[in-house]
């Protein structure tokens, strides 16, 4: 990161996961980066899909954050993963998807988006992935988490028109972080090279670090370039 002034602050949610663990190792590696702070299920019993345990989670924090890095998300929930086919839809799984990947992720930003300098610089991103582009999608198929994750997009875009007034030099930006070694993709890599979570996490952080408030907002994958909505 060279963007943010030094002695900035991190907070990564989702710390405990592939990607977001690296991501916390690399904030913890910048010496200019003065205090990295962690949230996750295992390790705080945060529940993203419970707007009171996001409120305490979030509630317990003082002071602000340059920095916000929410690394959440599944692919599979409950054992139960992407759909091949329109008959293979479950209501019940379907709203997983989304309370997890769409919910969860605008409870955060509803929570902690206060927690950002309202005055300097200030940078927020979330797990996306390029499967929710709308204008992307030339395959079909896995009907629930691409609509999860359009809906990602969605809320990252509206909640970032909304920042913009009240955190002028802030930017919120919704990330794919290409294919990683994770157990998210395990079952779905089909033998294509994939990155390892530091890697992808470097990129992304990258990424973020270039983008100006004037793209706040936007859907950018791993190298740096743009993703149709």
Known sequence: MTSLADGYRALVIGSSGGIGSAVARLLQADKRCAEVVGLSRSTDGLDITDDASVHDALGRLEGDFQLIFCATGALTIDGVGPEKALKQLSADAMMKQFALNALGPALVLKHVATKLPRRDRGLMAFL????????????????????????????????????????????????HPGTVATSLSDDYAGGRDRFLPEESATRMLSVLDRLQPAQSGSFHAYDGSSIEW
């Open 128 to 175: 996306s992935a390029r499967v929710g582009s709308i204008g992307d999608n030339h395959l079909g198929g896995w009907v629930s988490y691409r609509a999860s994750k359009a809906a990602l997009n969605q809320i990252v875009r509206t909640a970032s028109i909304e920042l913009g007034r009240t955190h002028p030099q802030s930017v919120l930006a919704a990330l």
